[in-house]
């Protein structure tokens, strides 16, 4: 394009282009540097009338709590947004020895609280100092709330935030810190994420499991770091996706995923998925035919992700799965993401599939760096048994290949139904980096 014609661009263009700009950069963690609004508006005069008119192009505020011109660049947005409603991140980019100042620089947003709809904070520091500004203020337009503080010794103490009201958020997301309870608002939040090594015990003596659901009735979604079951039992009627992240990769009690999973009295959940598990763990849960806590009438989804794994060895005595009926009647979807055993997992999921009446999808991914040729037996087996409806296998590329490898004409004969589980690899990839 010819400046020419670039200067020529219709100011409602100019304006689309500018905004298109930012959702594109809106997903990155890091600061950004060249935000569009700034860049475009330095093309010529014209251009910078209407970006500094336009307010919607002014809502995405980034702001660095270290920064000399952090006060300047505030009021800029501030003013410029006019009325409309904000998303601010603010962040430490280096760290500030002192909190207080912290503090201070962060409370620069409180005057505006009532217009942030969304908010995430990147900190180091003591959040029961840092946040305070926050703990009184009426955040009557927030949504979504982001805490990351990358210093966890201060995890024991849970902040006090937007004690005035905070009548819209739906949504929090922390790290390194954990909300206080009683909060007005807590009622009403539906996603709750809690990346914290959790040893919890509220001021007045209760568990994170009961504080949770006297507080919290109507959470559709709950993401936990989990250090042991301390955490007490959790009643969520309306809870539909759990996400457990064990922390103590070396908890190797044949028993600790069943008493995991008899902490949750969650009637609607559609989705379990629970990172840190062991193969033989796994097959005692799928030989139990009762929990004496929980139910899971509508569980569709399951899925076992090991991050690190001390076992050399499976143990004789958890094999083989013998027992009927299953704990999870609905059961449509089981996936084992770098599992330990893959093949007794395997081996034994498919000689008991009469106690999955529906399960349709089995996805594996074997560990990293480990022969999948028992695998490829286990599966190959099952399969010639032919003796009832296989589900449909989603395997990752390297145990695809490997089953490719064998006769390809033979592989069609068995009628196996497979599909390359893409893109899966990347999303266990994620999940194993958030639960670190
Ligand atoms: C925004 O800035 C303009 C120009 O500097 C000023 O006239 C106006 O009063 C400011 N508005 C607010 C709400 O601060
Ligand atoms: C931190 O800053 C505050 C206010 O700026 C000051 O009063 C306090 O003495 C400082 N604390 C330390 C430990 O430097
Ligand atoms: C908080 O603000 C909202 C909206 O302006 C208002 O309805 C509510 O009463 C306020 N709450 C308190 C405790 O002031
Ligand atoms: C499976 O359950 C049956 C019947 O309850 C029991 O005899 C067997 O020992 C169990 N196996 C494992 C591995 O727990």
């Not at 993401?223 to 301390?230: A, P």
């Amino acid at each position: 394009m010819s400046s020419a014609k670039i200067l020529s661009l219709p100011n409602e263009l100019l304006i689309d282009i500018v905004a298109a700009g930012q959702e594109l950069e809106e997903g990155s963690a890091a600061v950004q540097q060249l935000r569009p609004e700034w860049t475009w508006s330095q093309v010529c005069r014209r251009f910078r009338d209407v970006i500094v008119g336009a307010p919607g192009l002014w809502t995405l505020i980034d702001l660095d709590l270290h920064s000399d011109t952090l006060a300047e660049i505030a009021d800029l947005y501030f003013n410029r947004s006019q009325a409309c409603t904000l998303c601010a991140t603010l962040r430490e980019s280096k760290d500030i020895d002192n909190d207080s100042i912290v503090a201070e620089r962060l409370s620069i947003i409180v005057p505006h609280i009532h217009r942030i709809r969304q908010l995430r904070v990147f900190l180091s520091a003591d959040p029961q100092i840092v946040l305070a500004p926050l703990r009184h203020v009426n955040a009557s337009n927030l949504e979504r709330l982001e805490i990351r503080n990358t210093i966890d010794e201060f995890d024991a103490n849970p902040v006090e935030l937007f004690s005035a009201g905070a009548q819209m958020l739906r949504f929090i997301s922390m790290r390194g810190t954990t909300p206080h309870f009683p909060v007005p608002w807590a009622a009403a939040l539906t996603h709750l994420e809690l990346r914290t090594d959790l040893e919890w015990t509220s001021a007045e003596g209760s568990s994170l499991g009961v504080t949770i659901s006297t507080h919290c009735p109507s959470l559709a979604h709950l993401s936990l770091k989990m250090v042991d079951i301390s955490l007490g039992r959790f009643h969520l009627p309306c809870l539909r996706i759990l996400h457990i992240s064990l922390s103590d990769p070396v908890a190797l009690d044949h028993y600790h995923l069943l008493a995991i999973f008899d902490l949750f009295d969650a009637p609607a959940l559609a989705e379990f998925t629970i990172i840190g598990t062991h193969a033989h763990q796994i097959l005692v849960l799928f030989n139990s035919t009762t929990l004496p806590h929980s139910s899971f009438p509508a569980l569709t989804s399951l899925t076992f992700v090991n991050v690190r794994c001390g076992c050399d060895k499976i143990p004789d005595d958890v094999l083989p799965i013998t027992s009927a009926p299953p704990l999870f009647p609905l059961l449509s979807s089981l996936s084992l993401i770098r599992q330990c055993f893959m093949s007794h997992l395997v081996a034994g999921v498919l000689s008991s599939l009469h106690i999955w009446p529906v399960l349709k999808t089995l996805t594996l991914c074997p560990p990293a760096g480990e022969p999948v040729e028992d695998v490829c037996d286990a599966l190959w087996n099952a399969c010639h048994s032919k003796s009832q409806v296989l589900p449909k296998f989603r395997l990752f590329a390297s145990l695809l290949a490997r089953i490719k490898d064998r006769d390809d004409e033979e592989v069609e004969k068995s009628g196996i139904d497979m599909e390359l589980g893409e893109g899966e690899e990347n999303r266990y990839s994620w999940y194993r980096f958030r639960s670190m």
